[in-house]
């Protein structure tokens, strides 16, 4: 039957919305009443049905109208895009990676034939429908990591793997929580994580880089980290910033349920054949305030989330202009009763 | 947080002696689909059933990684050995089941490079098989130098010569032959990257000139399985898991350990990669570290063990397993 | 210097002679001290093989202290501009085994490190020491225009205006800290100016 994709804005009028199936698969991030960073990172195998982890690299309701924002967002700053010249190979290696998981699990919107190192690749939701031979970049009109993620859902960094470290050395990366490509491009795993608070102290990315790799094909891994941000905006660049962060000013009592939102990345690694680098999908889900309070039990430990948040995280995560409109408006909807364990509603 | 490989069933397609010593093995999945693809360098570890004893050796993959319609790797005969590569010479024939892991890369290109030149000595050629075959196939620019005891023991000389012409020099024992390596090395464009295979006094000579000549660490890439070697027989206890286990004299410790049915992490089995890096707990008696992988420090602390490759001489030793 | 920084801020350290024939050296104004320094530790013939290019500056102070180590080919600079088209076609020329060092001011360092990172070289490898100025060299995570010498806190942009938080986030590929603005969120809040980075 297949996925009925929304026609929907993440910017100018913001007609973002969920649908009631997907406010109820929403990733919701805390499985406590607390959140402090952790290595968080698990096997990214399958999960239940009607979940996001129901496929591996996961399309929903809003697919065609992230890849319309993305296109914009191009067309505006090329930049967004870049890969350094000894990454095309990943790029290739991307490029079956998401062709080959997307038609397996969404046959009726994508479709991959190959014969040799011939290709057709057919996108219905986007018209597309491209024949290609494997390996030559003349015969696509982008490079192949551009291509492919001009047609999938969330930013995408590619880590060449050299001297025991992770260097992030391309990426298509149109909808981050504030981190520039352009800037990070070349930049070591510690390097591109300076800016975070906190989690160098704990040794967080040590352990985690000892794990990334040690990532082995055919067996990725996950983890998801979380923000939050006003509007569903998905292009919340550091390059725009001068744009949106007006934007956080806007919050009043009256107006949170609408406007601020929960902010969730998937986060998953995969070691990719031919390159030997590792390719981080971040997929971006969004969650209006309204939508999230729904189910009483995110509604209870949101709140307690926000409220006992640490002050350098608070800022590291822009919430300090807002924090306390937000924390008074999640107080009403908290009755001060138990959270059951685990991520899901109750 | 556990690490490791998925495994492969396949099905031996083809046993091909090349010359005295050496010997090449096809495998296709038994589910007659495609392989996994890999990098050029990459290795698998192969699984031998061989009665009782299960021995778990690593091989880099040596056909193109262009074609994964099979896996070719290349065993040379090694009478002294633990009876791996005497297995595969006398009992794996074409139709025999066996069982490999996926493909795992530690001696990885570096495609930053302009040019990448590659030393080999022995059955150390085997990862530039694969590798060479990958640059071939995008135009990258590359240089062979590889150095045989006797032109028939040259394992793949000719056909690296036919594919590769120029690019492929060759040195042998026999006729005196040798690289000269202070001036390749001095005479190499800048952005060049160094890889060496085959015996560990080659890799330290080749990394010893290159240090000297001002080449940074970090483009010197060399590949260091250490097979492991058979010893004395010991007795271990492992005290998370409160075995006490036997090694015995064609056994490493990770197998043994295995063997009682305790899986510590793995990657390489051969001492570089570091997983199955081990805590010990107490020992009274002396080790014999074979591996890489840590520090001289760690090795003379006597509080970590490879068990991949290294063994022990004496009346006890603890580990934390 | 901020007491408490942050990993991607670039650490300079002393220069010490490395193992290899051929050695190049660029340097600014107080960079030359420090291979004067360097020189006194290193091998008797150890400039026989190596290339300085000097940019004095201002005072056009210590060419002499450098031509006085005789090396086999020395350069006197007007600026890193003016010096940029000898360094590149010097490391397009080079071979394996040349080693680099940089000493200087953090702007001169950058650039430099940038161009040879350009020609194949890994960062790790290259030999660098801080002497004299911290101006720093901020692009406008914005408008993406590089602004030389910054010294304050916050800094205008030179190109787009926009008032920026000069961050020690560090991109070696661009040789410039991050410049993000400071007010984007409410532009009436304008925190005071102060001299930091001198």
């Known amino acids: 039957m297949g996925i009925t994709f929304r026609k929907e804005t993440f910017r100018d009028d913001f007609t973002f919305r969920n649908s009631p199936e997907h406010i109820r698969r929403f990733p919701f991030p805390f499985h406590e009443d607390s959140y402090m960073y952790a290595v968080n990172i698990e096997p990214h195998v399958v999960g239940p049905k009607g979940s996001v982890l129901q496929n591996l690299i996961d399309v929903d309701e809003h697919y065609v109208a992230e890849m319309q924002d993305r296109a914009l967002v191009l067309a505006e700053d090329p930049l967004r895009c870049q890969s350094l010249p000894h990454m095309t190979l990943a790029g290739w290696d991307l490029l079956e990676l998401l062709m080959e998981q997307q038609a397996l699990a969404y046959p009726e919107h994508f479709t991959l034939a190959r014969d040799g190192d011939r290709w057709r690749w057919i996108n219905r939701p986007l018209g597309i429908d491209d024949s290609f031979t494997f390996g030559d970049v003349s015969t696509l009109p982008y490079g192949p990591m551009e291509y492919i993620t001009r047609q999938s859902q969330g930013d995408f960094c590619i880590l060449d793997q050299r001297d025991g470290n992770l260097w992030m050395d391309a990426g298509m990366v149109t909808t981050q929580a504030d981190w520039s490509l352009d800037f990070d491009i070349g930049m070591n795993f510690f390097e591109w994580h300076a800016p975070v608070p906190l989690a160098h102290e704990k040794g967080i990315f040590v352990r985690a880089l000892k794990f990334l790799t040690n990532i082995q094909q055919g067996k990725p891994a996950r983890r998801l980290n979380w923000t939050m941000t006003i509007n569903p905006r998905l292009d919340t660049s550091p390059e725009n910033y001068h744009k949106w962060g007006p934007d956080r000013a806007t919050v009043t009592p009256e107006n949170v349920g609408d406007k601020v939102h929960l902010r969730v990345e998937l986060q998953s690694f995969w070691r990719l054949p031919r390159s030997n680098a590792i390719v981080f999908p971040i997929r971006c889900y969004l969650i209006k305030m309204d939508e999230l309070v729904m189910q009483p039990k995110w509604a209870r430990r949101l709140h307690r989330v926000i409220r006992d948040l640490p002050e350098e995280l608070a800022t590291y995560k822009g919430l300090t202009r807002y924090r306390a409109t937000l924390v008074e408006w999640l107080s009403k909807l908290d009755d001060g009763s138990a959270t059951s364990p685990g991520f899901g509603p109750d | 947080m556990s690490t490791g490989t998925t495994k492969l069933d396949v099905i031996v397609s083809d046993v091909v002696p090349v010359n005295e010593l050496v010997t090449r093995f096809h495998f296709r999945r038994r589910d007659g689909e495609l392989l996994p693809t890999f990098s050029g360098g990459a290795h698998v570890v192969v699984e031998m059933r061989d009665g009782e004893r299960t021995r778990l050796n690593p091989y880099s993959l040596m056909g193109s990684p262009l074609d994964t319609r099979e896996y070719t790797i290349s065993v040379r005969r090694d009478d002294a050995g633990r009876g791996g590569s005497l297995f595969m010479h006398r009992q794996v024939r074409p139709g025999t089941e066996m069982v490999v892991s996926y493909p795992v890369n530690l001696f990885s290109l570096d495609l930053r490079a302009r040019k990448h030149l590659m030393l080999a000595g022995g059955i150390g050629i085997t990862p530039f098989m694969a590798q060479t075959a990958q640059l071939a196939a995008e135009g990258g620019n590359f240089e062979l130098h590889y150095t045989c005891r006797t032109a028939s023991l040259g394992t793949y000389a000719d056909l690296l010569k036919e594919r590769y012409d120029r690019r492929v020099r060759l040195y042998h024992d026999d006729r005196d032959e040798r690289v000269d390596l202070d001036r390749l090395l001095s005479s190499q464009p800048l952005g060049t990257h160094l890889y060496v295979c085959g015996p560990s006094g080659m890799i330290g000579w080749v990394r010893e000139r290159a240090a000297a000549l001002g080449w940074p660490p970090e483009t010197v890439h060399f590949e260091h399985f250490a097979a492991p070697q058979p010893g004395a027989p010991f007795d271990v206890t492992l005290a998370l898991s409160d075995k006490t286990i036997s090694v015995d004299e064609q056994q490493s410790l990770l197998e043994a350990i295995e063997a009682a049915g305790v899986d510590p992490p793995y990657l390489c089995r051969g001492g570089v990669c570091g997983q199955c890096e081990t805590n010990v707990i107490s020992h009274d008696g002396k080790f014999i570290h074979n591996d890489h992988w840590l520090s001289e420090e760690d090795h003379r602390s006597g509080c970590k063990i490879m068990p991949c490759v290294s063994r022990f001489e004496g009346r006890s030793l603890v580990l934390e397993r | ?198």
Do not use: W
């Open chain 3, 1 to 198: 210097m901020a007491a408490k920084s942050i990993i991607s801020r670039p650490v300079y350290g002393t220069l010490s002679p490395q193992p290899g024939k051929h050695h190049l050296f660029i340097a600014d104004a107080e960079g030359a001290l420090a291979i004067a320094d360097l020189a006194a530790k290193a091998p008797a013939d150890f400039f026989g093989g190596a290339h300085i290019i000097f940019i004095p500056g201002r005072d056009s102070k210590y060419a002499d202290v450098l031509e006085a180590l005789k090396p086999a080919q020395f350069y006197l600079g007007h600026s890193f501009a003016s010096a940029l088209p000898r360094l590149k076609q010097t490391l397009a020329n080079a071979h394996m085994g040349l080693r680099l060092y940089l000493a200087g001011t953090e702007g001169l360092i950058g650039q430099a490190m940038q161009a040879a990172l350009e020609a194949g070289i890994d960062h790790t490898s290259i030999q660098t020491e801080h002497r004299g100025s911290l101006a720093r060299r901020m692009q406008c995570v914005h408008c993406k225009g590089i602004t030389e010498n910054v010294t304050t806190q916050p800094a205008t942009c030179s190109h787009c205006g926009l008032l920026l938080l000069v961050r020690d986030h560090y991109s070696r590929r661009l040789a410039a800290f991050q410049g993000v603005c400071i007010n984007a969120e409410d532009r009436s809040e304008i925190p005071p100016t102060e001299e930091v980075f001198r």
